[in-house]
Structure formats: structure tokens, C-alpha cells
Nanobody
Framework: QLQASGGGLVQAGGSLRLSCAAS????????RGWFRQAPEKEREWVAS????????YYADSVKGRFTISRDNAKNTVYLQMNNLTSEDTAVYYC???????????????????WGQGTQVTVSS
């Protein structure tokens, strides 16, 4: 089970940190992805971290502003979001692929398990 949290309302230029806590996942399923879906838009990939705990990948729209990281002791993956804009307003989802991966997984169908989503609203 994946539990996403940390969303909220923030002004443009502000920051938020999202968390994705996992339970019942073996260590080899440590890769995670963050996706987001804005109203009337398709779900889009935002960032991912692979099973190495080192390699991270970002969509061009968030590169340089967002950072994905993992705390293995807490079995939690974070998405630090800085310099937010209204374009970042969306429901954010974390997801886990079915097995270990050492490449960027950027499409939703590559992920098996999904968290419930957390709303991020950026006011301009």
C-alpha cells in the first residue's frame, strides 16, 4: 500500500514536500514514480527514482525545481517541490512498478501500485 501526503495550498514561488509511505513492499520494489493530473488533463509523469537509490529522473517541466529522494529507514519517498507555479497545480500520485528497475519509467502503465493522490494547489 502506498500513502501519499503533504499536499496543500501554497503561493507561487513557494515550496512543498510530498511524501509517499509504503507498507508491505519488499526492498526490491523500492523504485517509485510521481505523477500528476490537473483538471481536464491527462496524468503526466513528474519524476522517478530507480532501485539503485541513486538514479533519479525528471520531466523537463520540473527539472531544476523538484527533487525526488528516498529514506529507506522509513520506506518513504519524497518529492521536494520548489519555486512552484500555477502550472504545478494538480493531484499528485506516487506509484510503484511491479519489480526492480534501473531505468526511468515514465508511463503510467509501467507502474502496478498507486497511492490515493494528494492535492497541490498553487495560487498566483
Amino acid at each position: 500500500q502506498l500513502q501519499a501526503s503533504g499536499g496543500g495550498l501554497v503561493q507561487a514561488g513557494g515550496s512543498l514536500r510530498l511524501s509517499c509511505a509504503a507498507s508491505g513492499f519488499p526492498r526490491e520494489r523500492g523504485a517509485r514514480g510521481w505523477f500528476r493530473q490537473a483538471p481536464e488533463k491527462e496524468r503526466e509523469w513528474v519524476a522517478s527514482i530507480d532501485s539503485s537509490d541513486v538514479n533519479t529522473y525528471y520531466a523537463d517541466s520540473v527539472k531544476g525545481r523538484f527533487t525526488i529522494s528516498r529514506d529507506n529507514a522509513k520506506n518513504t519517498v519524497y518529492l521536494q517541490m520548489n519555486n512552484l507555479t500555477s502550472e504545478d497545480t494538480a493531484v499528485y500520485y506516487c506509484a510503484a512498478p511491479w519489480g526492480p528497475t534501473y531505468v526511468a519509467l515514465t508511463t503510467a502503465d509501467e507502474y502496478e501500485n498507486w497511492g490515493q493522490g494528494t492535492q497541490v494547489t498553487v495560487s498566483s
